[in-house]
């Protein structure tokens, strides 16, 4: 297990974190964005990691994968639909270390007012003190969804077969966590 001074309240450092994704475009590449985070909250237990708790909100309207064009359809009702649904929730509802620094996060995923559990498998990567003297954590990870299941459901085909946009995205996460408590 992990030592108890690593149990405590954590806000992730969104200097040093990512929420990103990643998507097929046209069946021959991918991209990539990411998410500003609006708040986060977490609570680590080392000595009962099933005590522990993740809340985090992204802003839908901040995605940027680097091209302000495709970042404006985002917001769209074609996607995201930003202007209706402006956060992207996850909020945990199970922590389970499955191994060495190998965790399971389990939790509720809402976007574009859509519901959906999902699980993450997270590594743990490490704790320091940083040179400023805060306790930091660092986590990664990343999971699979399928876009369709929150109603993203936007598509054009090709015509040489396959379609414009793949359902599946991956999320990725680097988290940088700082102890306030």
């Known amino acids: 297990m992990y030592p108890d001074e690593l149990t405590g309240t954590y806000t992730i450092d969104p200097a040093h974190s990512r929420f990103g994704f990643s998507a097929r475009h046209a069946m021959v590449t991918r991209v990539r964005g990411h998410f500003p985070p609006v708040e986060t909250a977490v609570h680590l237990d080392a000595s009962d990691p099933a005590a522990s708790r993740v809340h985090i909100v992204l802003d839908a ?6 091209n302000p ?4 359809h985002l917001r769209t009702g074609d996607f995201l639909d930003a202007e209706t649904h402006a956060h992207i929730v996850f909020t945990s509802t199970a922590v389970e ?3 060495r620094d190998r965790f399971q996060v389990t939790g509720q995923l809402t976007l574009r007012g859509v519901t959906r559990e999902i699980s ?9 003190v940083d040179a400023q003297g805060l306790n930091r954590v660092g986590f990664e990870g990343s999971t699979v969804i399928n ?3 929150f109603g993203v459901s936007f598509n054009a085909a090709l015509e040489t077969g396959g ?15 700082i102890k306030t408590a």
């Open 69 to 72: 064009q495709r970042d404006s």
């Open 97 to 99: 270390h499955v191994d």
């Open 147 to 149: 876009r369709k299941d």
């Open 61 to 66: 309207a901040g995605v940027d994968t680097g």
């Open 163 to 177: 379609v414009m946009i793949s359902e599946k995205v991956t999320l990725d996460f680097d988290l940088s966590a």
């Open 120 to 128: 993450i498998p997270l590594d743990f990567v490490g704790a320091v």
